[in-house]
């Protein structure tokens, strides 16, 4: 495998890179807002990032920032992710109790089943 400049996945980069430009513009503003060389600010908003310089952005804009970037790749908030991981829990656990109750059924039937063999004798 070659060795590349590029550490991140093209697309979390690219999620990078359409909220940083969005929020700041040029690369001359964004090379400002985060401190980092104009070059550097010019790669990122053409989708190339490195560690030091998602460490920044992650700095200067805190949890907003990851909250953004999740619904820039997801398609979906946080809160939406959760609601979709509850409602597929409940129905996990409805499923499970309707089991539950089929095989207390099961059981119960053949406890019937057995008295009646048992007492005709066979």
Known sequence: ??????LFERRLAEGLSSLVTQKH?????????????????????????????????????????????GEELFGQSYDQHLETVIEREARVQEQRTWERD???????????????LYRSGA
């Open 1 to 6: 495998m070659p060795l590349t400049r590029q």
């Open 25 to 69: 513009g040029t690369a001359k503003q964004i090379a400002r807002a985060y401190e980092i060389d104009p070059s550097t600010a010019e790669n990122m908003r053409k989708g190339h990032l490195s560690v030091p310089t998602l460490e920044k952005v992650a700095k200067a804009e805190g949890w907003a920032l990851w909250a953004a970037l």
């Open 102 to 116: 089929r095989v207390r059924q099961m059981e119960e039937r053949a406890r019937q089943l057995g008295g009646v």
